[in-house]
């Protein structure tokens, strides 16, 4: 009977380890999705509020149409990462908005606006494409470029006296990303395959940025605001490093 009771209760122990570690791994895929899906709708509105803002308040109220694409890097939660914050997962969303105020009897201008993390250019319409060129002229980006560089480090410690035992974790992160934003002004014809069409000119949008080296690169770093949260912007400090620490002791018995 002994032998019967020990054998069900170490049956219902390594049942309850294996079924808690899958319900552990589903609530973590669970949180997950939860989280990129609550900022891809947060990113989606963000766009339209900053189009419409940019559309109504261009000129001293005159107006613009605006078109304007935001990207957003967001460094999710990792549930096994310990102090790394997780690897970041770009956000996209665009919006067109045109605002117009006839009384003003100025023409409304049309914007390009893109804003990647914390750096936004707009730029005129018009200056891609000239008033005679209307329908004959097309502007479009291409595939954006970007790339990174990450350095993170992590570090333990643990102190022993007679009072506690002292246990404390650091880590340091630090991250450089780079942004291209190559665009063309192609010849409209017949074909359907608007790939085909005759390149008039080529470029990178950020031209003309402050922050923009010679080749049309933006440079952005990370660095994590008053809330907490980590974001990326070409005013940061370059070589930066977000520090994270926990200590925790433990009592020695006496």
Known sequence: MRRYLRSDRGQAVVEFAIFGGIMLIVFGILFSFIQRFNDQQYVQMETFRRALDKACTHLDGTGASVQYTFLEDRRHADLSGNFYKGSPT???ASANVFWAVPDLNAPSESLIVFRVNDD???RKYRDFIPVENDGEW????????????SIFKEASKKIEDQAAITNERRSWLSETKTIRIPYTIRKNDDDEDDENDEIIKEG??????????ASGELTQYLYRDADGQY????TAV???KIERSRTWKTPVAR
């Not at 097309?138 to 560089?149: G, I, K, N, P, V």
């Open 204 to 213: 990178e949008f950020w031209e003309g940025y402050p922050a923009v080296s």
């Open 90 to 92: 770009t956000l996209s």
């Open 120 to 122: 936004e250019y707009a």
């Open 238 to 240: 370059e070589d930066g």
């Open 231 to 234: 974001k990326y912007s070409s």
């Open 138 to 149: 097309s502007f479009r980006t291409e595939e954006m470029a970007t790339s990174s560089d």
